[in-house]
């Protein structure tokens, strides 16, 4: 299907009809932030921030989430199909982290039920990046303030204009009462994109940083670049693709529910043992890990590298740890051979 234009009243309306139809997820003013929270108008969306303070993850993978009920020894363990939901201003690193989880929560078998559940109740409608933030590295690990991964409909906002481009049925079936674009529209959404990503300079060689990973695992550097670091989660909690969770039983009033919740492997306790032995009992080996993870353990599970380049760990992390300079000294450091 061609890319649809709508005025800002006609993507208003739209909004306006979805928040009608289905739990609308959108950016919006919390405090001096924005997050993502369910709005029923158009009028509650805050799209004046690159990225939002937490990801779209829970889109798919809430931080919270029942999995089953029980009382005495009856079980429900019978899953509840999710609201209809449209995620709208995901930015297409966020929009990525979706489709990773997709994917990760689908490679095993049998594939996650609620996951799946929820991805197949969800649209994503994202946001092209006009303007990337000084944090943003995207294109350095194979994304763009442009890029479709993960999403429905790809909107830009052409100053007042907004060009919308399908990606899926889904996508498509949301424009089709609007104009097709102008060919003036389209040429002015090609120099935005080359503008934001001329933006971002960083590029990793993301294959070669594996390969020195792979090799590098009690490499001396790591006993210095994981010095800053506190292990207080938030890198984590932040991240789009981090995907860690925990189960517990919860009980109130007699009733039980099993509850998964996200976790995260810079806690001390996230890999001890039954036996009480701890294999990441060190603040540098489980800083390792979040790296190794993010650049080589999902490489060989799912194929890609865990991290879309939303650079809220930057912005977050207490300690000011940077992970665009972590994967450069790491390339500089770890041997070739
Ligand atoms: S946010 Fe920073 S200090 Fe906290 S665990 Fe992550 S890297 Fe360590
Ligand atoms: S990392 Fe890229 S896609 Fe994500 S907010 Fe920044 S520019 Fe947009």
């Known amino acids: 299907m061609n890319p649809r234009a709508a005025t800002k009243q006609q993507l208003d309306a739209l909004l306006d009809r979805l928040a009608g139809t289905a739990a609308l997820y959108a ?26 303070k937490q990801p779209a993850k829970a889109a798919l993978f809430p931080q919270t989430e029942p999995l089953l009920r029980f009382a005495g020894n009856s079980t429900d363990a019978s899953t509840k199909p999710p609201t209809e939901q449209v995620w709208f201003g995901v930015r297409p690193c966020d929009a990525a982290g979706l489709a990773f ?15 799946q559940a929820r991805r197949s109740h969800t649209t994503v409608i994202s946001l092209a990046c006009n303007e990337p933030a000084a944090t943003c590295f995207c294109l350095a690990v194979g994304g763009s303030p442009t890029g479709t991964r993960g999403t429905d409909l790809l909107v830009t906002d052409l100053d007042g204009r907004y060009l919308a481009e399908p990606v899926t049925g889904k996508g498509e079936t949301l424009v089709k009462d609007l104009p097709e674009a102008s060919p ?15 933006a971002i300079t960083l590029r990793i060689d ?23 670091c506190v292990n207080c989660g938030a890198c984590t909690f932040l991240c789009p693709t981090c995907h860690c969770f925990d189960v517990t039983d919860e009980t109130r009033r007699g009733q039980t529910a099993r509850i998964r919740v996200w976790d995260s492997c810079q806690f001390c306790l996230y890999s001890r043992h039954a036996s009480g032995h ?6 540098r080996s489980r ?8 650049f080589s353990y999902t490489v060989d ?18 300690s000011a740890i940077d992970i665009r300079e972590t994967v450069t000294a790491l390339v500089q450091a770890l041997p070739e051979e």
């Open 206 to 228: 993301t294959a070669t940083l594996k390969k020195k990973l792979d090799r590098s695992f009690e490499h001396p550097t790591w006993e210095t670049l994981c010095l800053p």
């Open 287 to 294: 800083y390792r890990n979040r790296v190794m993870d993010k």
């Open 301 to 318: 599970m799912v194929g890609k590298v865990s991290c879309v380049g939303c650079g809220r760990c930057i912005i977050e992390c207490p």
């Open 27 to 52: 950016p919006a003013r919390v405090r001096n932030w924005t997050e993502f929270r369910r709005v029923h108008s158009y009028r509650e969306i805050d799209l004046t921030r690159v990225n939002t």
């Open 184 to 198: 003036a529209d389209i040429a002015t959404k090609r120099k935005l994109a080359e503008k934001a990503a001329a």
């Open 101 to 115: 989880l997709e994917k990760f929560f689908s490679g095993n078998s049998p594939a996650d039920p609620y996951v």
């Open 278 to 283: 701890n294999p990441r009992v060190t603040p």
